[in-house]
């Protein structure tokens, strides 16, 4: 994959204690390692940027780098996407996607019919679809990366084009944003505008560079949402990540298609806690450990409460009872050739190590409490 890094210098990494004060910041206590021990390091890249005028030199520090890696991302089509080795995860990442929205959808539609849905870093608008089929009102669509944004817009009047006349599609609107650092309420076309789902699908963890950071996101996520709305998301399990790499020697660990790589072991601060993730021609930039009670303490002062966490493989195994979506997953091709539906994640054996890495996953609703 065409490798897009642009320079950063992270002058200074945010630390400390996010301002809870007692949190828990033991993460495997027999590796004595920490999620949340104070650092003073300070990161830095070496490689040099190059501005070419584009509307992400509008971002500073990581989130200019990440939003050029996936504005440069290339569309592939179906037949290239199924010859992909990775294929199987994106169905099977679609397949989890498809169940968690239908299901909160679903739950919001027990009080009202109409529903508004921000998408969070919608990037080249992956989750259409499944606002269609959930028959929601209307849409907001965020990103950083401006391609993505026009690329997700350009599908969805094609989606609406092609859809059948009396079909009523929601309607949508696209804004470009560092949602780390721009308030989306100022962007909204109208701005008291209200949500009954946000959705933050792979994307919050990037926002942990700093507790600023992390704070923005999580107010655009939440401020505009209804009282009994949801935030639901999915991001990376930092206690999984963290205890993975601390049975190894290395610093690095994966497979053929993925690689995970912490700058450094056995130091976890609670912000800027940077690990790069490489998964084969479709990411290659730096992400943030999301250490889940300091996201679950800073989101009470939006008034967010959590109703479930859960790994993929929780969700997955309790999801695939359902016949219709085993069915949905047999329809999705979200299993590899060879990996039984009725498998146990005890007995796989590393052939099987690929969808692995859906196992460093977590999903989360929290709701927006009714005061
Ligand atoms: C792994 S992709 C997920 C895209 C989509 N949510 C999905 O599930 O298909 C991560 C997305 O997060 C976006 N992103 C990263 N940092 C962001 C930020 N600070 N503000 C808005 N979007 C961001 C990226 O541009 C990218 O589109």
């Known amino acids: 994959m065409a490798e897009v890094d642009q320079a950063v210098d992270l002058s200074k990494t945010e630390t400390g204690e996010g301002g809870n004060g007692h949190l828990s910041s033991s993460v495997d206590r027999n590796s004595g390692s920490s999620i949340g021990q104070k650092s003073t390091t300070k990161r830095k890249h070496d490689d040099e940027e190059e501005d070419d005028g584009s509307p992400t030199k509008k971002q500073h520090g990581h989130g200019e780098k990440v939003a050029t890696h996936y504005n440069t991302l290339q569309e592939t089509g ?25 299901e909160i959808l679903d739950t919001v539609r027990q009080s009202r019919r109409e529903l508004s ?123 999984e990540l963290v205890k993975r790499v601390e049975t190894l020697d290395s610093n690095s660990f994966g497979n053929e298609v993925f690689s995970v790589t912490f700058q450094k072991k056995g130091d976890y601060p609670l912000f800027g806690c940077q690990y790069d993730f490489n998964l084969e021609g479709v990411v290659n930039v730096p992400e943030f450990l999301v250490y889940f009670p300091l996201f679950e303490e800073m989101a009470k002062k939006y008034n967010m409460r959590l109703v479930f966490k859960k790994t993929f493989s929780q969700f997955f195994e309790e999801h695939i009872k359902n016949d219709q979506h085993k069915m949905l997953m047999q329809r999705m091709q979200a299993l590899e050739v060879g990996i039984n539906i009725h498998y146990q994640s005890k007995v796989w054996t590393p052939s099987h190590s690929r969808v692995f890495l859906y196992f460093f996953f977590t999903f989360f609703y929290i709701v927006k409490l009714i005061v």
Not at 80 to 94: D, E, G, T, V
Not at 185 to 203: A, G, H, I, N, Y
Request: aromatic share 12%; proline share 3%.
């Open 78 to 102: 179906l037949a290239a996407r199924s010859q992909s080795r990775i294929f199987y995860m994106r169905n099977f990442n679609n397949w989890l996607k498809s169940v968690l929205i239908g």
């Open 117 to 239: 849905v921000l998408d969070l870093g919608c990037g080249k608008g992956g989750d259409l679809l499944k606002w269609r089929k959930g028959h929601i009102s209307r849409l907001v669509c965020a990103d950083i990366a401006a391609v993505s944004v026009e690329q997700c817009q350009v599908r969805y009047e094609y989606m609406r084009k092609r859809g059948h006349p009396n079909e009523r599609i929601f309607s949508a609107e696209f804004i470009t944003a560092d949602c780390t650092k721009e308030l989306l309420t100022d962007k909204l076309k109208d701005p008291k505008m209200e949500f009954d789902v946000t959705s933050c699908q792979f994307v919050y963890h990037y926002s942990f560079e700093t507790q600023q950071q992390a704070d923005l996101m999580l107010k655009n996520a939440c401020e505009r949402l209804r009282p009994g709305g949801y935030f639901i998301g999915t991001t990376p399990d930092a206690y």
